[in-house]
């Protein structure tokens, strides 16, 4: 009798706990943890294997990736969307600048959401002087679209066209098209200038951190790209090829330094939906989770397994490492203390 009542007590047991789920769990988060159930991941890249080693000559090192020497180097342009990420552009710009022949930067006055903003690179350009002549900004009149911010967001984009042929960007050039957070390594610029070969689009493989460089999350980020430049070449952040570098780089993503700079963020950018509650945007709240490495607005992780997802659940691993990071991070270790292992507390904000 005891094993006839089993299924009807494993349903009870299935129904309570989906009854409690419904009733107390918010729907986006449901979705979240059901993602494997309705969504299917995009197709997977074809990733090509990174060769690097110091002191070894840019012949080898295109050889070993397949490819020819060139004579003499490409052009390359580094371009990208800005909103208020000063420490991370500084960190990027001192990475590239032996490689990069131009660096072609875009800000709005108005964020995706459509909320005004300062023109932060454009008060802050006596501090990129390191750069010399070598950036060329511009600034989108943005009117927002506070029902739609992905709507802003694909009009910056769109507008990238002009600053790229104000630049001169010619045929045959490589271009890096990505957000300040996504730097490109040192050795990844050099391979895309001196050797042919390389594909017309290649995406770049990074390695993915969370609010500093103590929370590495995994090697999933692979918006940025890197173009041999043709006519109807466009500025995109989206799938565009099927190839992948591995281990191009790294996305910092909410890597701020201060509190006031995440609540800047929730607010603004394109996902700023998922700020719902206004304990969301509480600075105590804020720095509790940035040093506990959970999530800012209480979401699951976005993965298309459960296996994946139940392993990404909970707070991050901490890492100790500060090995095969931004060469001027390291450099300076003193002014970028909160982006390394143990610099997770943020100044408060001002009264």
Same mark, same amino acid.
């Given at each position: 009798?005891?094993?006839?009542?089993?299924?009807?007590?494993a349903m009870v047991i299935v129904f309570l706990l989906?009854?409690?789920?419904?009733?107390?769990?918010?729907?986006?988060?449901?979705?979240?943890?059901?993602?494997?159930?309705?969504?299917?991941?995009?197709?997977?890249?074809?990733?090509?294997?990174?060769?690097?080693?110091?002191?070894?000559?840019?012949?080898?090192?295109?050889?070993?990736?397949?490819?020819?020497?060139?004579?003499?180097?490409?052009?390359?342009?580094?371009?990208?969307?800005?909103?208020?990420?000063?420490?991370?552009?500084?960190?990027?710009?001192?990475?590239?600048?032996?490689?990069?022949?131009?660096?072609?930067?875009?800000?709005?006055?108005?964020?995706?959401? %459509?909320?005004?903003?300062?023109? #932060?690179?454009? /008060?802050? @350009?006596? $501090?990129?002087? =390191? +750069?010399?002549?070598?950036i060329l900004s511009g600034a989108f009149a943005g009117? %927002?679209?506070?029902?739609?911010? #992905?709507?802003? /967001?694909? @009009?910056? $984009?769109?507008? =990238? +066209?002009?600053?790229?042929?104000?630049?001169?960007?010619?045929?045959?050039?490589?271009?890096?098209?990505?957000?300040?957070?996504?730097?490109?390594?040192?050795?990844?610029?050099?391979?895309?200038?001196?050797?042919?070969?390389?594909?017309?689009?290649?995406?770049?493989?990074?390695?993915?951190?969370?609010?500093?460089?103590?929370?590495?999350?995994?090697?999933?980020?692979?918006?940025?790209?890197?173009?041999?430049?043709?006519?109807?070449?466009?500025?995109?952040?989206?799938?565009?090829?099927?190839?992948?570098?591995?281990?191009?780089?790294?996305?910092?993503?909410?890597?701020?330094?201060?509190?006031?700079?995440?609540?800047?963020?929730?607010?603004?950018?394109?996902?700023?939906?998922?700020?719902?509650?206004?304990?969301?945007?509480?600075?105590?709240?804020?720095?509790?989770?940035?040093?506990?490495?959970?999530?800012?607005?209480?979401?699951?992780?976005?993965?298309?397994?459960?296996?994946?997802?139940?392993?990404?659940?909970?707070?991050?691993?901490?890492?100790?490492?500060?090995?095969?990071?931004?060469?001027?991070?390291?450099?300076?270790?003193?002014?970028?203390?909160?982006?390394?292992?143990?610099?997770?507390?943020?100044?408060?904000?001002?009264?």
């Open positions: 009798m005891a094993r006839r009542n089993r299924p009807v007590a989906t009854t409690w789920v419904v009733l107390f769990f918010p729907r986006q988060k449901i979705a979240y943890f059901l993602r494997p159930l309705w969504d299917t991941p995009p197709p997977p890249f074809t990733r090509l294997t990174h060769y690097y080693a110091e002191n070894l000559s840019m012949g080898v090192l295109c050889k070993l990736h397949g490819w020819e020497l060139r004579r003499s180097p490409r052009r390359l342009f580094d371009a990208v969307l800005f909103s208020n990420e000063l420490d991370l552009l500084e960190i990027r710009y001192r990475e590239l600048l032996p490689h990069v022949h131009r660096f072609l930067l875009l800000e709005s006055n108005s964020t995706f959401t %459509g909320l005004p903003k300062p023109l #932060f690179f454009e /008060e802050n @350009q006596s $501090r990129f002087r =390191f +750069a010399g002549g070598k009117k %927002g679209d506070r029902r739609d911010p #992905f709507t802003m /967001e694909g @009009q910056q $984009r769109g507008f =990238f +066209a002009s600053l790229l042929r104000r630049a001169g960007v010619a045929p045959g050039d490589a271009v890096i098209m990505s957000d300040a957070d996504e730097i490109p390594s040192q050795h990844t610029a050099a391979l895309l200038r001196w050797c042919d070969g390389v594909p017309p689009v290649l995406h770049l493989e990074l390695r993915q951190y969370l609010y500093s460089f103590e929370f590495p999350v995994d090697s999933g980020s692979w918006r940025a790209t890197a173009h041999l430049f043709r006519q109807g070449t466009q500025y995109r952040h989206s799938r565009q090829g099927e190839l992948l570098l591995a281990d191009a780089g790294w996305h910092c993503s909410f890597c701020f330094r201060s509190i006031e700079d995440f609540v800047f963020k929730m607010r603004a950018y394109s996902h700023a939906d998922r700020a719902r509650r206004r304990r969301h945007l509480d600075p105590e709240r804020i720095q509790g989770i940035i040093c506990r490495g959970e999530d800012l607005f209480d979401m699951l992780p976005e993965e298309y397994t459960f296996r994946e997802l139940i392993k990404k659940m909970g707070p991050i691993p901490r890492s100790s490492s500060a090995v095969h990071l931004p060469s001027s991070l390291i450099q300076n270790a003193d002014r970028f203390q909160y982006l390394l292992p143990g610099g997770c507390l943020r100044p408060p904000p001002p009264p």
